[in-house]
């Protein structure tokens, strides 16, 4: 077995590298920038007020964000403490009550430490979380982050969602020069194409607009703004299905478990000291009806026996209880249009399938993109000039956004049943690959947590388990109908990934120091002496 898998991963890199070298064209889009050659969407309003200042109605800001979730309130924080005067507007500042944005991997907690924002962990009873658990056919396996690298503080947390964003929003709102303030964003305000600022509702339902040289839109998975921003391309390949499990303990402590379920996978992972979140994956658009009980029946009989037994009691329980609640999960590539004066982040500006929860690690790890990238820069004022500059956050935030968002959408489509013996052999050769621990375990997971976001070594690991599969089924003797298996799995493999790639940006993904944005240096005459 050792030998095969050595051979494997001979096979799988040099497939691997010519897969990626075949990619190796011109983007593959045209990304429009400037003020005349981006149009103008919904959400948007023209404003010819301001006589090319920036300026606010209630006092100067240098920067207005729309939105203070997870992205919003990080990025309020770190550009407050780099000393902009920073001006957020949020739907609604009570805490936050969803089922998602609860696991933030060992990756987006180091981003935490590097933005100073570690604290907001704290005093939410959050979680430590060391690593998955596999569970399939009755079988189970334990994959571990490797930490070994790091200090003894350094691993996942868990937590309530709510409970951490109001953690962010309070230091954010500790900062003198930040003003948090509640109000729905209803357009943005451009001027001959470049944004200036936003028009929105206040609490009171007073009609007030804001001015800034930068607004930056974080307004979520629901955002009515990013069509102005962007080209959306929204799929939505499933919903979740959430409960609360209390007072019971998983079968491996403080560790994300994951049921290879059919028809799709089932997620615990615990959110305080007496609760597991349960997450049923239901693929398609449409879930059971919750109100005239079809959901408590699916649960019941469909999902429930797949539970392992450890929790099974505690899960009949919460169903029993009734808090079932339910969400789309929405993925969608990056396709920004570069527009002077504005920019989007967090999940107005990209989203993957949330199985491998990496949704706050990319948000995190691109404001620390975004942080770099503006500190050196006095004022924002000069909006074309900084709009081209601001080209390379697109570039640079690749390794990291395009690996998690890769592996999300891939791994999602490995883990759910199908009918088709090639994507059954696929499933199962996954499983036992991870199954096998040392380099081939570590090498995922490390991928996964957002510790090596290195897009290649992630197209190396999937080819080498598709390859790990075909052995499977060619040893001990080729058999014709093992060949054909074999071979429509690694044709099942590359429909697979090669989608994902060529949506996230081939040349961006694997060759970012071959796009021109990549070497842009700060404006020369808008930098600090």
Not at 354 to 373: E, F, K, Q
Not at 386 to 397: A, D, E, H, I, V
Not at 497 to 506: D, M, N, R, S, Y
Request: include cysteine; glycine fraction near 8%.
């Amino acid at each position: 077995m050792v030998d095969y898998c050595a051979f494997g991963w001979i096979l799988a890199a040099v497939l691997g590298l010519a897969i990626a070298l075949s990619f190796f064209v011109s983007p593959r889009r045209n990304r429009r920038g400037g003020a005349d050659s981006t149009p103008r969407s919904e959400g948007v309003i023209s404003s010819s007020a301001t006589n090319g200042e920036c300026r606010s109605v209630d006092g100067d800001a240098d920067v207005i964000i729309v939105g203070a979730g997870v992205a919003g309130s990080a990025l309020a924080h770190t550009l407050g403490k780099d000393g902009r005067l920073v001006h957020v507007i949020e739907r609604d500042l009570t805490e936050p009550d969803r089922i998602v944005g609860e696991l933030l991997q060992p990756g987006g907690y180091l981003k935490l430490i590097e933005l100073g924002l570690q604290d907001c962990v704290e005093e939410i009873d959050a979680q430590k979380v060391y690593g998955y658990a596999l569970f399939k056919d009755g079988k189970n396996t334990q994959l571990s982050y490797p930490l070994e690298k790091f200090q003894s503080d350094v691993s996942g947390r868990s937590f309530h969602n709510g409970r951490f964003i109001q953690r962010m929003r309070e230091k954010a709102a500790s900062l003198p020069n930040v003003r948090l303030e509640q109000g729905t964003v209803t357009s943005l305000l451009e001027e001959k194409g470049t944004i200036k600022g936003v028009q929105y509702k206040s609490k009171n339902g007073e009609e007030k607009t804001a001015y800034a040289p930068l607004t930056i839109v974080c307004d979520g998975c629901f955002s009515n703004l990013r069509r102005s921003l962007c080209k959306p391309m929204v799929d939505v390949p499933s919903c979740f299905v959430g409960l609360v499990l209390e007072n019971c303990q998983l079968p491996f402590a403080n560790h994300g478990h994951v049921v290879l379920g059919d028809p799709s996978p089932i997620l615990f992972y615990p959110i305080s000291s007496t609760e597991i979140r349960c997450l049923v994956d239901v693929p398609g658009q449409k879930v059971p009806s919750i109100s005239n009980g079809e959901m408590e029946k699916y649960l019941k009989t469909i999902v429930a026996p797949q539970v392992p037994p450890q929790i099974h009691d505690a899960f009949i329980a919460a169903i029993d209880k009734g808090n079932i609640r339910t969400m789309p999960n929405r993925s969608m590539p990056a396709a920004p249009q570069p527009t002077p004066g504005a920019l989007l982040m967090g999940d107005a500006f990209n989203m993957r399938h949330p199985l491998t929860g990496g949704g706050m690690t990319v948000a995190l790890s691109d404001i620390v993109v975004l942080r770099n990238l503006l500190k050196p820069l006095k004022d924002l004022n000069d909006a074309p000039t900084l709009c081209k500059y601001l080209g390379s956050f697109y570039t640079l935030r690749k390794p990291v956004a395009s690996t998690i968002n890769t592996l999300a959408g891939a791994l999602y489509k490995v883990f759910c049943a199908s009918p088709d013996q090639a994507r059954k052999e696929m499933r199962q050769a996954c499983f036992d690959y991870l199954s096998l621990g040392g380099i081939f375990s570590n090498g995922p997971v490390s991928l996964l947590s957002g510790l090596n976001p290195r897009p290649l070594s992630l197209v190396l690991h999937f080819f080498a388990v598709a390859i790990y599969g075909v052995g499977r089924l060619l040893l001990p003797f080729p058999s014709p109908k093992g060949i054909w298996i074999g071979a429509r799995l690694v044709y099942s493999a590359s429909r697979i990934i090669f989608p994902i790639i060529k949506a996230e940006g081939v040349r961006q993904m694997f060759f970012p120091a071959t796009v021109p944005a990549y070497y842009r240096s700060p404006p020369v005459l808008k930098t600090i002496a």
